[in-house]
């Protein structure tokens, strides 16, 4: 059986270019290929976000929660393609079967577990499925669709 990759900081920065405020995912785990991956928010209070949403009552807005979901599935990619330090970027084209079951706030561990539907080397266009969950509660899960970027060699 073949060890699973993994992604720390370090590596999601240099496939993806998303950083502070907006970079969502700490870590993704158990990257199988470019079929699934689990990826890991670590919220906190010190997000910009909860200033306004809500004060007195900080919720992580279900509209990051998805894009948390698409950076775990772009690192995913990146990872087994191979994109480290090569300009991938990622682009939304459809959001689909979006439900928010769980609000989500400071000191949530939210593990996003994503799959593709459609997507292989060389090709522009991937369908995602993903689950965002705190602990064992579900805390979102939405299917989408996403343009690939890749630099041309």
Same mark, same amino acid.
């Given at each position: /059986?073949?060890?699973?990759?993994?992604?720390?900081? *370090?590596?999601?920065? &240099?496939? !993806?270019?998303? &950083?502070?405020?907006? #970079?969502?995912?700490?870590?993704?785990?158990? !990257?199988?290929?470019?079929?699934?991956? &689990? @990826?890991?928010?670590?919220?906190?209070?010190?997000?910009?976000?909860?200033? @306004?949403?809500?004060?007195?009552?900080?919720? =992580?807005?279900?509209?990051?929660?998805?894009? %948390?979901?698409?950076?775990?599935?772009?690192?995913?990619?990146?990872? %087994?393609?191979?994109?480290? *330090?090569? $300009? =991938?970027?990622?682009?939304?084209?459809? !959001?689909?079967?979006?439900?928010?079951?769980?609000?989500?706030g400071p000191g949530d561990v939210l593990e996003m577990y994503l799959e593709?539907? &459609? @997507?292989?080397?060389?090709?522009?266009?991937?369908?995602?499925?993903?689950?965002?969950?705190?602990?064992? $509660?579900? %805390?979102? $899960? %939405?299917?989408?669709?996403? /343009?690939? *970027? #890749?630099?041309?060699e």
């Amino acid at each position: /059986m073949s060890q699973k990759a993994r992604a720390d900081i *370090d590596l999601i920065q &240099r496939i !993806i270019p998303h &950083r502070y405020p907006f #970079l969502l995912v700490d870590r993704v785990e158990d !990257i199988e290929g470019y079929q699934s991956a &689990r @990826g890991i928010k670590n919220v906190t209070m010190n997000e910009p976000h909860f200033q @306004g949403h809500f004060p007195g009552k900080p919720i =992580m807005p279900g509209v990051t929660i998805v894009e %948390a979901m698409a950076q775990t599935a772009a690192v995913m990619v990146g990872t %087994a393609l191979d994109m480290a *330090d090569k $300009e =991938m970027l990622v682009y939304f084209m459809s !959001i689909d079967k979006c439900k928010f079951r769980r609000m989500v706030g400071p000191g949530d561990v939210l593990e996003m577990y994503l799959e593709t539907v &459609r @997507g292989k080397p060389g090709a522009k266009v991937w369908k995602f499925t993903g689950v965002a969950k705190v602990g064992d $509660e579900m %805390a979102a $899960e %939405a299917e989408f669709t996403a /343009m690939m *970027d #890749l630099p041309k060699e």
